[in-house]
């Protein structure tokens, strides 16, 4: 090719490594392939142990490799939690029916009061209408006796006498009309006052037996089982026992809080408890709803027979877990006949529980990567990646599910402001430094053995550019042009010429190019070995 009159030299060396965003990561040694200007009788095409390689059209990617390592997702911590003693809450329902008893009483005072008063009422009453029929009688004869100027008279003088003793008396009555009146007003609002306190006695002790009810839990006060580290544990099988009774694992991602029973207010925990007793075969009639009814107390007891328990109908605080999933056992902090947070409660006194049971993990597989925030741009969630396992040979494609937004330290320090000429993370005085990461959890698309292996060191390699078919040739295909650029020696019917090219897209093995009269299965050379 008389065009290219710049010397060529060849690549001895084989592109290789790892690519990033088109720049080829390990350089292209350039050597003349005779010593000699190729115009000076070396054959253009002079290569030492060449084959030839066919021009493909492919998709091509570019990627990073990380690393990071197999865990499982999510982070759980089961506690016996502490709570009320079944003694706490018959004392408080024993107060409320005395505040029952006491109500009932004072009401019935206040009633047989109220009796009382408006008979005085009433008689007081009989006596004003009496006495006021008799001044008027009286008045009429007064006004008879002293008619036709006979007011001296000693008739007129009787009858006056006479209306001026009703009129006191009617004013005596009339007193005691209104005295009994008043006491009759006096007496209802005491008596509704002390009615209204004892109401509210008993509403604020009903509030807390509602309170009680809510944390009373199981009165054990020894682990009689607790489970192996490592153990997967599913739905309805038991994750500890206290005093012989099972804790329950059941499915949900609303925390066990407070207990259940009827009268119980409404809530999301009460929704997904119906949920689990549907799943597990015991809610034959039972409707989904947040509501605690007493179908739900027939499916609990039909569950807690099943179970080996008290069938009461109702779950005390602490007696099930909710965790999402399955989960799997990482830590167990008490030992067999361990006492629970100290033993349990005396009389009268709080009840027993407090204090972590054990730890977990879920039963999903996933890879944890401490990204430098350099890389952190070329990924994002939904991304897909490819993980190398641990015998370094097989793989699985993987999906990016978080990528943190806290750079931290390795060592888990936050980072620093640094200076202008300092890391964030250098150490200071010692003249270590290195780059912050962030986390990303990626998740598995499919299992594959040896992907559940826990901690174990894998590779994940994140794709950075990628283009579709495309025409691409051997990486080590290419040849440097001593003014600048590569080249490939085309070969055709035995004869190779050089042919200069563009470069694209680099992969480990191939790279795009494109080039005058270079198409799909045109022939180029490449080293041998």
Not at 26 to 49: E, F, N
Not at 131 to 145: K, N, W, Y
Not at 152 to 165: F, M, P
Request: proline share 4%.
């Amino acid at each position: 090719m008389a065009e290219l009159s710049v010397r060529r030299v060849v690549a001895v060396a084989v592109i290789a490594g790892a690519v990033v965003g088109g720049a080829v990561a390990g350089g292209v040694a350039a050597l003349s392939a005779t010593g000699k200007d190729p115009g000076a009788g070396a054959s253009p095409g002079a290569r030492d142990s060449t084959t030839t390689a066919a021009a493909v059209r492919t998709d091509l990617t570019t990627t990073v490799q990380v690393g990071g390592s197999i865990g499982y997702d999510g982070s759980y911590t089961i506690v016996a939690p502490s709570g009320t003693s079944t003694q706490q809450v018959i004392q408080a329902q024993q107060t409320i029916g005395q505040d029952q008893q006491t109500l009932t009483a004072d009401q019935q005072s206040a009633a047989d009061a109220s009796d009382a008063d408006n008979q005085a009422i009433t008689v007081a009453q009989t006596d004003v209408n009496g006495i006021q029929s008799a001044l008027a009688a009286d008045m009429t004869q007064q006004a008879q006796a002293c008619a036709g100027g006979a007011d001296s008279s000693t008739g007129c003088s009787q009858a006056t006498q006479k209306v001026t003793q009703d009129q006191t008396q009617l004013a005596q009555a009339e007193q005691q009309l209104a005295t009994a009146q008043s006491a009759a007003t006096s007496n209802q609002h005491q008596s509704q006052a002390k009615v209204d306190s004892d109401q509210i006695t008993l509403q604020n002790e009903r509030a807390n037996l509602a309170s009680l009810q809510a944390t009373e839990v199981n009165p054990g006060t020894t682990y009689t089982w607790l489970p192996e580290v490592g153990a997967v544990i599913t739905r309805d099988q038991t994750v500890y026992s206290l005093s012989n009774e099972p804790v329950a694992l059941l499915y949900g991602s609303t925390p066990a809080y407070r207990a259940f029973y009827v009268g119980m207010s409404d809530g999301a925990d009460v929704g997904e408890l119906a949920q689990d007793l549907v799943a597990v075969g015991y809610g034959a009639g039972l409707s989904p709803g947040n509501h605690y009814s007493t179908a739900t107390a027939a499916a609990v007891k039909a569950w807690q027979t099943a179970l080996g328990v008290p069938a009461t109908g109702e779950i005390l605080f602490g007696a099930v877990v909710f965790e999402p999933g399955p989960i799997r056992v990482t830590s167990v902090t008490p030992s067999v006949g361990a006492s629970v947070g100290g033993g349990g409660g005396s009389a009268g006194g709080g009840g027993s529980g407090g204090g972590t049971v054990l730890t977990a993990t879920s039963t999903t597989s996933v890879v944890t990567v401490d990204l430098d925030v350099t890389q952190e741009y070329l990924v994002k969630p939904g991304d897909t990646v490819t993980i190398t396992l641990p015998d370094g040979t097989s793989s699985v494609d993987g999906r990016i599910e978080t990528v943190g937004n806290v750079a931290t330290c390795p060592g888990g320090a936050s980072t620093g402001s640094g200076s202008a000429d300092q890391s964030p993370c250098s150490s200071g005085g010692s003249g270590n430094s290195s780059t912050p990461t962030v986390p990303v959890t990626i998740t598995f698309s499919s299992s594959r053995a040896g992907a559940t292996l826990d901690q174990a060191p894998v590779n994940v390699n994140i794709t950075t550019q990628r283009v579709d078919n495309v025409l691409a040739v051997p990486v080590n295909a290419l040849l440097a042009l001593q003014g600048g650029g590569y080249g490939v020696d085309v070969v055709t019917n035995g004869t190779s010429r050089l042919v200069g090219v563009t470069t694209g897209v680099y992969s480990n093995t191939l790279v795009q190019i494109s080039g005058s009269g270079i198409t799909a299965g045109t022939r180029v050379e490449v080293p041998s070995s």
